[in-house]
């Protein structure tokens, strides 16, 4: 086996350098000690101190305020009571909450994690804890418990969770409705607010981003989320927030990497899936290759599609991460060690694209005598985000992604982001084809491993309008794969 394989005793490496809390019992869930000592290299990223007690302290508050408290039921019935809040009642021991929900709807597990991110960031940066409304209880099937001696689940019993079915862009109780309405203002707060922050939000939604409404929304003890976005980079524009992120995160390219480690740590089910594809495949070889085929336009064109294939050979060989098929037979493989087994992990809803380069490498030898092994884990068809089973093939493919040594991604997938944050990669991009065609150059490497957060306000605080946000501060910038998007560097 691989050195890495053996695992490693350091409880510090254990720990992922102090940012995961230690009174976890292991066998429940043996991914979060096992993942990064056994299968990951040490991730180069360390954790600030300011991160690591902020994450104490924060799993103290977690325990006092989590279901099944004193403080819960409290903070519960005033739910009930509809009390509307006219001044910071906050005497330092009364819980504030967010809740991150899962719509019943289709939601992309990329998505759904990026989101969760935000949220809980949120919720260190306005000391509330964040509670996860899940209907389905499939959060508890993909994730075990990331805090310690509690629960991230709202009870089914939660008198909100009837509500959460009418929460949609129009609700009339999400913030973003009430300002465009008036029926909000600082002295007129209900106890809880909903918070509207998916793709297709409005201007009066993307008021959450500004300083004076975070004083505001800052005063009602629950709040609401319905986000499918990685809207961190816009968090680090609130001057409030700022200050406090800075401190936290002095390597401001690396949010989603640590917080992504420290809250998701797959149960034993789909780490099982993990750890035998990763023996099975891709353990043995000397570098590891991921790729993740995502096809977003030309619905109905059957895969492989063409040009989607040739870029993912492009881009491969002029970046040099595979190696050259020698077609015209000058080279001859033999039976002695190969100078080097590189390992190729495809993941794509369709097995086209990881065939072709199967064959492409069985077919000829390489120009550089190295040998290599394609594999697929999957291939699901169809996104069906609402089946465990196959949400547990995704996040194990993610996971196996994050495990390789490089990884290329398709521009705009959150799927792809989450690999590469997780395991700390910065990726290479599979630019979005135009007009059919390879574009040129067929992918680049990214300026960052943060994720892109596709839809940020432009600015309208104050009254001012058309502020381009990639260009405010400069560890903000547009991404790579969306001109309007943004994302930390
Ligand atoms: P995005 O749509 O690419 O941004 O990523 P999401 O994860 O939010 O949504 C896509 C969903 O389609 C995933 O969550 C999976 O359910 C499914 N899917 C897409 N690509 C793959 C793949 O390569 N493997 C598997 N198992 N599922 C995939």
């Not at 719509?103 to 990026?114: A, D, Q, Y």
Request: with cysteine.
């Amino acid at each position: 086996f691989h050195a890495r394989e053996k695992g490693s005793n350091n409880p510090k490496e254990k720990l992922l350098g102090g940012l995961l809390a230690s009174e976890f019992d292991e066998e429940s869930c043996l991914s979060r000690y096992h993942h990064q000592s056994s299968l990951h290299k040490p991730s180069p990223y360390k954790p600030s101190k300011h991160l690591i007690s902020k994450l104490r302290s924060y799993e103290k508050l977690h325990k006092r305020c989590g279901p099944g408290t004193e403080s819960y039921k409290r903070a519960t019935e005033k739910l009930g009571q509809d009390v509307y809040y006219n001044h910071v009642s906050n005497s330092g021991d009364e819980c504030r909450y967010v809740l991150w929900m899962l719509p019943l709807s289709k939601l992309g597990l990329g998505n759904r994690i990026l989101s969760m991110v935000s949220v809980f960031l949120y919720a260190l940066l306005t000391d509330r804890i964040m509670l996860v409304a899940d209907q389905r209880s499939d959060t508890s099937d993909l994730f075990c418990e990331p805090f310690p001696g509690t629960s991230w689940l709202l009870p089914l019993d939660s008198p909100l969770m009837d509500q959460l079915d009418s929460f949609n862009k129009e609700y009339s109780r999400s913030y973003g409705t009430m300002l465009k309405n008036h029926a909000i203002n600082s002295t007129r707060i209900p106890s809880q607010l909903y918070l509207y922050l998916f793709h297709d939000y409005g201007d009066h939604d993307k008021m959450f981003f500004c300083e004076d409404n975070q004083m505001i929304i800052g005063k009602a003890p629950w709040l609401v989320v319905k986000s499918n976005q990685y809207f961190v980079p816009s968090l680090w524009l609130i001057p409030g927030f700022q200050t406090k992120l800075i401190r936290l995160f002095p390597q401001k390219d690396t949010v989603f990497h640590h917080l992504g480690r420290y809250l998701f740590h797959p149960t034993n089910q789909v780490w099982g899936m993990v750890t035998r594809s990763y023996t099975a495949y891709l353990s043995r070889a000397d570098e590891r290759l991921g790729i993740q085929v995502r096809v977003f336009e030309e619905e109905g064109a059957s895969p492989p599609i063409k040009h989607v294939m040739d870029q993912i050979v492009a881009c491969t060989q002029r970046e040099k991460l595979l190696p050259e098929v020698d077609t015209r037979g000058s080279q001859v493989t033999t039976t002695e060690k190969p100078s080097k087994l590189k390992a190729v992990l495809v993941t794509s809803l369709t097995s086209g694209y990881s065939e072709t380069l199967k064959s492409m490498y069985w077919e000829h030898p390489t120009s550089t005598g190295e040998v290599v092994v394609v594999h697929q884990p999957s291939q699901e068809a169809n996104q069906q985000s609402d089946k465990k089973l196959h949400n547990r093939k995704t996040l194990a493919e993610m996971y196996l992604l994050s495990l390789t040594d490089k990884v290329v991604i398709s521009a705009s997938s959150t799927f792809g982001y989450v690999a590469q944050g997780i395991g700390g990669l910065k990726p290479w991009i599979l630019y979005k084809p135009v007009n059919h065609t390879v574009p040129d150059p067929p992918c680049g490497r990214a300026i960052s491993m943060e994720p892109c957060f596709h839809v940020p306000p432009v600015y309208g605080c104050k009254g001012k309008t058309g502020t381009n946000t990639g260009n405010i501060v400069p560890f903000v910038k547009h991404c790579e794969d969306r001109i309007l998007g943004i994302k930390l560097v």
